[in-house]
T-cell receptor, first 113, second 113 residues
Framework: DQQVKQNSPSLSVQEGRISILNCDYT??????FLWYKKYPAEGPTFLIS?????DKNEDGRFTVFLNKSAKHLSLHIVPSQPGDSAVYFC????????????FGKGTKLSVKP | GEEVAQTPKHLVRGEGQKAKLYCAPI?????VFWYQQVLKNEFKFLIS????????ETGMPKERFSAKCLPNSPCSLEIQATKLEDSAVYFC???????????FGPGTRLTVT
């Protein structure tokens, strides 16, 4: 049973607009959440993270929102750029875990010029 | 170094042969994690190390997989008697702390024929 779910396999956005990528989780013991970006034939690149004690974290064009009651987080990219086109993975770390990441299946973002 | 290095980039093995993959973590990072990416987007945790000690091996198929992180040497992941289902991209990641951002290498693509 998947503990981290990214229900949209793909998303297409116009350059300059906002991209919103969503992630749901089922395990209330998750303590820390991360977003990674992945280009083909490369390793995942860390983007931004958020602790469960916060509801928002911002870094430049990237903002992550966490809604613990809904077990939902989202990544906002604004403004979107063609270079943002990649697969985005949501990942979680559990309280008391040994730190291994539990990944969603990813959302492929296409930003059109 | 400043990046996680993985070698080789590609590895082709006949079924039943041995495969050995290497990972050099970022200097100063105490934790190393191995993940297997199959079916393009699914990441599976295999094993983690704190320095040269196994930290968590709950994801390892123990009958054929083994891993080491020895002082002053790259970490390694070895698969004895490879099977077709071992075909995947194997990623190594390192981090400064147990619960925090992990930085990934470019991966090793293993093809078992």
């Amino acid at each position: 049973d998947q503990q981290v779910k990214q229900n949209s396999p793909s998303l297409s956005v116009q350059e300059g607009r906002i991209s919103i990528l969503n992630c749901d989780y089922t395990n209330s013991m998750f303590d820390y959440f991360l977003w990674y970006k992945k280009y083909p034939a490369e390793g995942p690149t860390f983007l931004i993270s958020i602790s469960s004690i916060k509801d928002k974290n911002e870094d430049g064009r990237f903002t992550v929102f966490l809604n613990k009651s809904a077990k939902h987080l989202s990544l906002h990219i604004v403004p979107s750029q063609p270079g943002d086109s990649a697969v985005y993975f949501c990942a979680a770390i559990g309280v008391g875990s040994q730190g291994n990441l539990i990944f969603g299946k990813g959302t492929k973002l296409s930003v059109k010029p | 170094g400043e990046e996680v290095a993985q070698t080789p980039k590609h590895l082709v093995r006949g079924e039943g042969q041995k495969a050995k993959l290497y990972c050099a973590p970022i200097k100063g990072h105490s934790y190393v994690f191995w993940y297997q990416q199959v079916l393009k987007n699914e990441f599976k945790f295999l094993i983690s190390f704190q320095n040269e000690n196994v930290f968590d091996e709950t994801g390892m198929p123990k009958e054929r997989f083994s891993a080491k992180c020895l002082p002053n040497s790259p970490c390694s992941l070895e698969i004895q008697a490879t099977k077709l289902e071992d075909s995947a991209v194997y990623f190594c990641a390192s981090s400064q702390s147990q619960l925090g951002e992990q930085y990934f290498g470019p991966g090793t693509r293993l093809t078992v024929t």
